[in-house]
C-alpha cells in the first residue's frame, strides 16, 4: 500500500515560512492541496515525476515554491510570505506513472497524505 508521509506544519504569523514535507515509497508525479473550514478543497502546487515543470494556483504564485528530492523521493512546498487566507489543512498527492506530466485537477492523483495543519495567525 503506498504511503504519503507528510509534515512541516504549525501555526505562524502572518508573512512567516513554512515548508511542508511529503515523503512517498516511490517516485510519483506530486501534487500539494488544501482545505479550508467549509471550504472545498483546491489545488496549491504541482510538479512533474522529473521535477521539471511545476504549477501554481494563482493566489500563491510567487510565494509557494513546490520542489523534490529525487534521491529520497520526497516533495516539499515552500511557503513564505503566508497570510491568514492560507490557513487550512494542507495534502500532498501523487500520481502514478513514470515520466507523469503535471496535474491539476483532484481526479487526477491517485494517492494521497493525512493531511498537516497550517494555521497563519494575523
Known amino acids: 500500500q503506498v504511503q504519503l508521509v507528510e509534515s512541516g506544519g504549525g501555526l505562524v504569523q502572518a508573512g512567516g515560512s513554512l515548508r511542508l514535507s511529503c515523503a512517498t515509497s516511490?517516485?510519483?508525479?506530486m501534487g500539494w492541496f488544501r482545505q479550508a473550514p467549509g471550504k472545498e478543497r483546491q489545488f496549491v502546487a504541482a510538479i512533474n515525476w522529473s521535477g521539471g515543470t511545476t504549477r501554481y494556483e494563482a493566489s500563491v504564485q510567487g510565494r509557494f515554491a513546490i520542489s523534490r528530492d529525487n534521491a529520497k523521493n520526497t516533495a516539499y512546498l515552500q511557503m513564505t510570505g503566508l497570510k491568514s487566507d492560507d490557513t487550512a489543512v494542507y495534502y500532498c498527492?501523487?500520481?502514478?506513472?513514470?515520466?507523469?506530466?503535471?496535474?491539476?485537477?483532484?481526479?487526477?492523483?491517485?494517492?494521497w497524505g493525512q493531511g498537516t495543519q497550517v494555521t497563519v495567525s494575523s
Open positions: 516511490e517516485r510519483y508525479a
Open positions: 498527492a501523487a500520481k502514478t506513472g513514470r515520466l507523469a506530466r503535471v496535474a491539476v485537477h483532484i481526479s487526477e492523483y491517485d494517492y
